[in-house]
């Protein structure tokens, strides 16, 4: 990891159009997100089992996102119902992906609220996952979710995290 904070002027996009410097999604809580490209099958690997950690984490003082690098009719077109069950970012110029220095998607992020980043994996590493999510509930009081669990594809590297493939 690289990066150690994200600038302040960076803007996150809802999936509803609504903008907002990350100061204001991290007023509350901290972001703890999974970065996908929905153009690459590594990402749409990873989706279920991204669903699944961040649905782990519902209830804990920690906002859950997905960041999907398209616009917001890509976004829903991958994501399905997952629109209507985590918040959803879009970054269609990737500056999110370019804020976190990522080099692969999927990825698993953690922003803490004075935009520095406590953790990021890349690809599909389970254990550094599973690293994450354990910082991030041992902070919050909050139970890790099973990770690698069944049904969780085998560990992979990501694809190109700054190579558009979209539409």
């Not at 990891?1 to 809580?29: C, H, K, N, Y």
């Not at 690459?40 to 997905?66: C, K, M, N, P």
């Amino acid at each position: 990891m690289a990066a150690s904070e994200v600038p302040a002027g960076l803007q996150l996009t809802s999936l509803d159009g609504q903008s907002r410097p990350v100061d204001e999604w991290l007023i509350t809580f901290q972001l703890l997100g999974v970065v996908l490209d929905p153009y690459t099958y590594e990402s749409a690997w990873l989706l279920d089992t991204a669903g699944r950690i961040l649905e782990g984490f519902r209830g804990a003082s920690v906002r859950t996102a997905i960041i999907v690098t398209c616009d917001a009719d890509a976004a829903k077109e991958f994501l399905g119902a997952y629109t209507d069950q985590v918040l959803v970012l879009v970054d269609p110029d990737r500056a999110f992906v370019r804020a976190f220095e990522l080099d692969e998607l999927p990825a698993f992020v953690h922003l803490r609220q004075n935009r520095r980043i406590g953790g990021v994996a890349q690809g599909w590493d389970p254990a550094a996952w599973k690293e994450i999510a354990g910082v991030v509930a041992a902070e919050r009081h909050w139970s890790r979710p099973m990770i690698p669990a069944a049904g969780d594809p085998a560990p992979y590297r990501g694809s190109a995290a700054l190579e558009a493939t979209g539409a």
